[in-house]
């Protein structure tokens, strides 16, 4: 089983930068794909970006194409979402997941353990 805790998250203001952050426990997070996904008000959970068990490969949505970057440190369990050029229309709650396996990375329903999430409030 893997729990996991995101942080990092807060109010900025257009064009700022932020980093979240994933802290998981579990023996089995090491091996795990990880996710980060978003969510805004009244919609449904999007893709954000995510990374190989060992950070080998990265997927991301066109969405978030050269703001984002997600990365980890095994040795700490925690998993890394460096936001840059934040704009007020992105989504304001970010989870991220371990994937379970059997379908696409970018697939809410191929993700079996979700964080709480942390708000991020983006001004113009």
């Known amino acids: 089983q893997v729990q996991l805790v995101e942080s990092g998250g807060g109010l900025v203001q257009a064009g700022d930068s932020l980093r979240l952050s994933c802290a998981a426990s579990?023996?089995?997070?090491?091996?795990?794909?990880v996710g980060w996904f978003r969510q805004a008000p009244g919609k449904e959970r999007e893709f954000v970006q995510a990374?190989?068990?060992?950070?080998?490969?990265?997927y991301y949505a066109d969405s978030v194409k050269g703001r984002f970057t997600i990365s980890r440190d095994n040795a700490k369990n925690t998993v890394y979402l460096q936001m840059n050029t934040l704009k007020p229309e992105d989504p304001t709650v970010y989870y991220c997941?371990?994937?379970?396996?059997?379908?696409?990375?970018?697939?809410?329903?191929?993700?079996?353990?979700w964080g709480q999430g942390t708000q991020v409030t983006v001004s113009s």
């Open positions: 990374i190989t068990w060992n950070g080998d490969r990265t």
């Open positions: 579990g023996r089995t997070f090491s091996s795990t794909t």
């Open positions: 997941a371990a994937y379970r396996g059997g379908g696409s990375y970018s697939g809410t329903s191929s993700y079996g353990y």
